[in-house]
């Protein structure tokens, strides 16, 4: 598997991912693993059938189907890792296209956080007023304390 990144817009990329068919031989082999332990088929114990019995009870196309819809969201978190984004949301599926030699190729949309230019702090002053407290008032302040705690 390998993949390309595209510019989409400001905070947007197009992640292409080119998984072949070997990843999806991997990816159909635990499908049918996983199903063959929820179908009951005859002569087999659950989790036992092997993978050609299995993909002939549900079809290939189905098969293959769900293989993809359990790989993509690792392989995508993976490219995503691979490509050094940083999303804001979880990646879209926007398109899956069929390869002629048996791969599948994906277009994911990721939207990414804005890069902000760092602002300098030397731009901004702040000027901080001090009240004037005569020493009256303080001794009137100190005076209520003692005899709130006295």
């Known amino acids: ?14 992640l292409t991912l080119h998984i072949d068919d070997a990843d999806l031989e991997v990816a159909k082999n635990a499908t049918a693993r996983r199903l063959s332990q ?12 092997p993978r050609s019995i299995v993909e002939r009870m549900v ?9 993809v819809d ?12 691979e490509s050094e ?3 804001v ?4 599926v926007q398109d899956i296209r069929n390869r002629t030699d048996g791969g599948i ?10 890069e902000l230019a760092e602002i300098p702090d030397t731009a901004r002053t702040v000027e901080v007023e001090l009240p004037e407290v005569e020493d009256d008032e303080l001794d009137a302040q100190i005076d209520r304390v003692r005899s709130q705690y006295a």
């Open 38 to 49: 929820k179908l009951k088929i005859k002569g087999f114990r659950p989790g036992k059938a």
């Open 1 to 14: 598997m390998h993949s390309e990144v595209t510019e989409a817009g400001p905070f947007e990329r197009l």
């Open 70 to 81: 359990e790989a993509l969201p690792a392989l995508v978190g993976r490219a995503v890792e």
């Open 105 to 114: 190729d994906v277009d994911v949309k990721i939207t990414l956080w804005p």
């Open 89 to 92: 949301t979880m990646p879209a």
């Open 59 to 67: 079809g290939s196309d189905s098969l293959r189907a769900e293989a």
């Open 85 to 87: 984004l940083e999303p």
